[in-house]
């Protein structure tokens, strides 16, 4: 069963930064792109980040020079790097990951239970 989990969301001041790591575990035979994305309450999920198993990177238009998106293959895990965050960062952020399954074919798009990210003033 695979499954993504999130980790290192938390408090910060504005202007402060934070970490995020996301691990893929559970019979993964192959990882396409990993990606964030972030959703405040009352909004849609917005795309943040992506990164693809060769290391390119694409990034919103919001977060572009303060966050940045790293990977390390070998743990299966896409890192987060958030500075300079703003109140307006304030989200539920999700980690992406199109993956085959052990024992599967296709790729399949995967979803981690999110974690929280709350900036204050």
């Known amino acids: 069963q695979v499954q993504l989990v999130e980790s290192g969301g938390g408090l910060v001041q504005a202007g402060g930064s934070l970490r995020l790591a996301c691990a893929a575990s559970?019979?993964?035979?192959?990882?396409?792109?990993m990606a964030w994305y972030r959703q405040a309450p009352g909004k849609q999920r917005d795309f943040i980040a992506r990164?693809?198993?060769?290391?390119?990177?694409n990034y919103a238009d919001s977060v572009k020079g303060r966050f940045t998106i790293s990977r390390d293959n070998p743990e299966n895990t896409v890192y987060l790097q958030l500075n300079s965050l703003k109140p307006e960062d304030t989200a539920v952020y999700y980690c992406?990951?199109?993956?085959?399954?052990?024992?599967?074919?296709?790729?399949?798009?995967?979803w981690g239970q999110g974690t929280q990210v709350t900036v204050s003033s």
């Open positions: 992406n990951a199109v993956l085959i399954a052990s024992g599967s074919r296709y790729y399949y798009n995967y």
């Open positions: 990164i693809t198993s060769t290391g390119s990177r």
């Open positions: 559970g019979g993964i035979s192959s990882i396409n792109a």
